[in-house]
């Protein structure tokens, strides 16, 4: 009796396993046409060579099986099969972020799964220089294809916008910090958007290396940020220091600042020659006419100007003449300034290019 138990259970296995085999190779002999598939090089499509960079997208909501076929059109992956093998076994199927990528072709697939996990999608940079003024930033925003130029100068002037960017002044000059910025392509045409990054970083540099410091001379963020734009416009960095010093030397004793790019600001491209006539324009710039700052700034500083602002050099200089090299000699007194004057400015190869120049302090 046993042994015919014993029998039956054996049979039963027996017959359970074989049609488990049965309805595993039947389900596999009907899915062999589409695992082929899968497996096997695409039909007519040559398969470009290892390592060829290729911008891929994809799309919001993409599934496993699309985002596979996506990738194996564009040659980055040699099988959609183990491509989707590997996300099923790491169970990572629905953790793709959708995006523009650069990939190279026949990479691997864990590799492939890792990147576009990450959400790492193709950056688009977009530089900003030291010293640029907003108006100079609008040409920029239209090449780029952020927007027009004057749609910018619109929002750089946009009292309601200012405000939403927690801004107390007239415009955006000045608290457009320069930088490189990167946006994705979704955002390549969202002009708006670099704006307020731009603005972000002003105040992530200022508050945390300038506002400590300026708050002891009792200066607002606007003053900080009208000086340091005078000294981005005069010098190089390895300067900054000496023309803030200058400048400030000059405020305490009351004398005009006679910073010549504020002589064409709003009037002029900046780095137009300056003639006698811009100089004696009366314009609320122009700091050879007016005492003190003028009403803002007149150009977006760097790191080093915001810092050279607030803390300029240990100097008692109160005059600086160009040397013609990028560089500049710094004086205390005006006889030493008007010697340097001499030396540096009025010995021109032709005596009548003496005449075309503006005076210089």
Not at 249 to 264: A, E, F, H, S, Y
């Amino acid at each position: 009796m046993r042994f015919s138990i014993f029998s039956l259970l054996k049979t039963v296995f027996v017959l359970v396993v074989l049609a488990a085999l049965g309805v595993g190779g039947y389900v596999l002999y009907s899915r062999l046409p589409s695992v082929l598939d899968e497996l096997s090089p695409r039909p007519g499509v040559s398969r470009p060579a290892p390592g060829k960079e290729v911008i891929v997208t994809i799309p919001k909501g993409a599934s496993l099986t699309k985002v596979g076929a996506i990738l194996d059109e564009n040659g980055v992956i040699s099988s959609r099969l183990v491509f989707k093998i590997v996300a099923m076994i790491r169970g990572e199927t629905r953790k793709i972020q959708a995006g523009e990528y650069a990939l190279k072709t026949g990479s691997d697939p864990g590799e492939v799964l890792d990147l576009l996990i990450s959400g790492k999608t193709l950056m688009f940079p977009f530089t900003i220089p030291e010293g640029y003024t907003i108006f100079q930033m609008a040409d920029l925003f239209q090449q780029w294809g952020l927007m027009s130029r004057d749609e910018f100068l619109t929002l750089a002037n946009d009292k309601a916008f200012l405000k939403d960017l927690a801004i107390e002044a007239d415009s955006l000059e000045g608290y457009l910090f320069p930088d490189t910025y990167f946006l994705q392509a979704s955002e390549k045409g969202d002009g708006k958007l670099l704006i307020r990054r731009m603005t972000k970083r002003f105040f992530e540099v200022y508050d945390k290396h300038v506002r400590p410091t300026a708050e002891k001379y009792d200066w607002n963020t606007n003053q900080v940020l009208t000086l340091a734009s005078l000294v981005e416009k005069e010098a190089r960095e390895s300067e900054h220091g000496l023309v803030s010093a200058v400048f400030h030397n000059r405020l305490r004793k009351g004398m005009r600042l006679q910073c010549d790019p504020t002589v064409i600001y709003r009037i002029k491209p900046m780095g137009s020659k300056i003639t006698r006539e811009d100089l004696e324009r009366n314009h609320p710039y122009n700091t050879y006419v007016n005492p003190g700052l003028p009403p803002g700034p007149i150009a977006s500083p760097g790191k080093a100007s915001l810092i050279a602002a607030v803390k300029p050099s240990d100097k008692d200089y109160l005059y600086f003449v160009s040397k013609n090299d990028g560089t500049h000699q710094f004086s205390t007194t005006l006889e030493e300034h008007n010697k340097w004057v001499n030396f540096y400015q009025r010995q021109p190869r032709n005596r009548t290019e003496l005449q075309a120049q503006p005076p210089v302090r």
